[in-house]
């Protein structure tokens, strides 16, 4: 032991240089003798039962009596005091999803008194679900499992002011299907417009 010391002593290496050139010769041997080796750490999660669903929301407005797709209600001329009129509408689900729909008026040209002398009454079952002024009109309802509902529509002018002769009213029916929020324009929801024009005769 003496003589290697003295050998390796005689080579300028001092005892501490000696242990750490002995741990790495050791290291290296080791290395040298070990198979592949991976040492990046990670972790995984795995979320079972996922389940996406694509659907539509969807409707379309059509005739009571031929099924016909109706885009004109109302054309109807020459009314006078007391003169009413009716129109068959039926609102039909043609997409997946369920929803509620509103109904109102919006008046587009035309005289204003006029428009506003005008009556409506929505009926559905023989049920009055809405009756008043025309531009009043603002129904919230909802489609039924059968996917259709029929509306029995009936306008009328009840009032005989002479400033109401020969007039007109130009008028939509918006109907707007949605899921949670009738006024968001976000989300799932659909808009279909029905046209009338209605003018008022001479008495």
Same mark, same amino acid.
């Given at each position: 032991?003496?003589?290697?010391?003295?050998?390796?002593?005689?080579?300028?290496?001092?005892?501490?240089?000696q242990?750490?050139?002995?741990?790495?010769?050791?290291?290296?041997?080791?290395?040298l003798?070990?198979?592949?080796?991976?040492?990046?750490i990670?972790?995984? *999660?795995? %979320?079972?039962? $996922?389940?996406? @669903?694509?659907?539509?929301?969807?409707?379309?407005?059509?005739?009571?009596?031929?099924? /016909?797709?109706?885009?004109l209600?109302?054309?109807?001329?020459?009314?006078?005091?007391?003169?009413?009129?009716?129109?068959?509408?039926?609102?039909?689900?043609?997409g997946?999803?369920?929803?509620?729909?509103?109904?109102?008026?919006?008046?587009?040209?035309?005289?204003?008194d006029?428009?506003?002398?005008?009556?409506?009454?929505?009926?559905?079952?023989w049920?009055?679900?809405?009756?008043? *002024?025309? %531009?009043?009109? $603002?129904?919230? @309802?909802?489609?039924?499992?059968s996917?259709?509902?029929?509306?029995?529509?009936?306008? /009328?002018?009840?009032?005989?002011?002479?400033?109401?002769?020969?007039k007109?009213?130009?008028?939509?029916?918006?109907?707007?299907?949605?899921?949670?929020?009738?006024?968001?324009?976000?989300?799932?929801?659909?808009?279909k417009?029905?046209?009338?024009?209605?003018?008022?005769?001479?008495?």
């Amino acid at each position: 032991m003496k003589n290697n010391n003295h050998i390796i002593n005689r080579c300028g290496l001092s005892t501490r240089s000696q242990v750490v050139f002995s741990i790495l010769l050791i290291l290296g041997l080791f290395l040298l003798n070990t198979g592949h080796t991976d040492a990046d750490i990670f972790a995984e *999660r795995t %979320v079972r039962n $996922n389940i996406f @669903t694509a659907t539509t929301l969807d409707f379309s407005q059509r005739h009571s009596a031929n099924n /016909n797709q109706l885009n004109l209600l109302f054309n109807t001329q020459g009314y006078l005091p007391d003169g009413f009129d009716l129109r068959g509408l039926r609102i039909k689900k043609e997409g997946k999803m369920d929803f509620r729909y509103r109904i109102k008026t919006i008046i587009k040209n035309g005289d204003l008194d006029f428009c506003n002398s005008l009556s409506l009454q929505l009926i559905q079952n023989w049920q009055a679900k809405y009756q008043g *002024r025309l %531009v009043d009109l $603002n129904l919230d @309802t909802t489609i039924p499992a059968s996917g259709l509902e029929n509306w029995i529509i009936y306008l /009328n002018l009840d009032k005989s002011d002479t400033k109401l002769k020969n007039k007109t009213c130009e008028f939509d029916f918006i109907f707007k299907a949605y899921r949670t929020n009738p006024d968001a324009k976000t989300g799932f929801w659909a808009e279909k417009v029905v046209n009338n024009n209605v003018s008022s005769g001479t008495w």
